[in-house]
Structures are given as structure tokens and as C-alpha cells.
């Protein structure tokens, strides 16, 4: 099953996004769904995951509040619903897949493309 991301952009500073991430086929129940981003010259940073089979989610202190993670089962699809936008967000997000949570991208062995976010002040 292959992920791809898509819905990135440029907006101003204090708007609005909705990134995607299609599955090509149909989640294992047990798989964790994650939204990370890479900023220009830092670490890939966790963003929010959902468990496909389950509705916990979770979310990066930095965008706790502002950003909301969820699933449609029917689409096979991942949404990042991304509010209140700061320039600091800017950065290229990667939707990935694995079984068991980490918010340490290098425990994260299957990545989809990423999606260009630029937000300007």
C-alpha cells in the first residue's frame, strides 16, 4: 500500500490548509497513520498520527490545538486539517505508515512523497 500526499500550498500567515494522504489500497487496522514535517536544515519533526482501526490521535506540542488529524475510512484517506497557520509551519510534510507509535521519525520505516506547506508573514 502506497502513500501519497497532496494539498500543499502557500497561504498567509493565520490561514488555512487541508492536507491529504490517499492509501492505494486499504489500511491494515492495526497501522498508524502519521503526518510529519521538514523544515529547511532540521530534523523531521512529528506532526499528529491516527490509528486506521481505532480514533486516538495525537498531536506535536507545536500544533496541538491547531491542527486536527482524521480519517475517512471509505477514501482510505488521512487528512491534516491546518488552522491558525504560522510561518514557522512552513516546512515539506510527509505522510507515513507504521504499526506501533513513535514520534521519532527514524523508527518510521515506510514514507510517502511530500507535500510543500509555505506559509508567509
Known amino acids: 500500500v502506497q502513500l501519497q500526499a497532496s494539498g500543499g500550498g502557500l497561504v498567509q500567515a493565520g490561514g488555512s490548509l487541508r492536507l491529504s494522504c490517499a492509501a492505494s489500497?486499504?489500511?491494515?487496522?492495526?497501522?498508524?497513520i502519521y503526518w510529519f514535517r521538514q523544515a529547511q536544515g532540521k530534523e523531521r519533526e512529528f506532526v499528529a498520527a491516527i490509528r486506521w482501526g481505532g480514533n486516538r490521535s495525537y498531536y506535536g506540542d507545536s500544533v496541538r490545538g491547531r491542527f486536527t488529524i482524521s480519517r475517512d475510512n471509505a477514501e482510505y484517506a488521512v487528512y491534516l486539517q491546518m488552522n491558525s497557520l504560522k510561518p514557522e509551519d512552513t516546512a515539506v510534510y510527509y505522510c507515513?505508515?507504521?504499526?506501533?507509535?513513535?514520534?521519532?521519525?527514524?523508527?518510521?520505516?515506510?514514507w510517502g512523497q511530500g507535500t510543500q506547506v509555505t506559509v508567509s508573514s
Open positions: 489500497g486499504r489500511p491494515y487496522s492495526s497501522w498508524i
Open positions: 507515513a505508515r507504521g504499526s506501533s507509535l513513535t514520534y521519532d521519525a527514524r523508527s518510521v520505516n515506510y
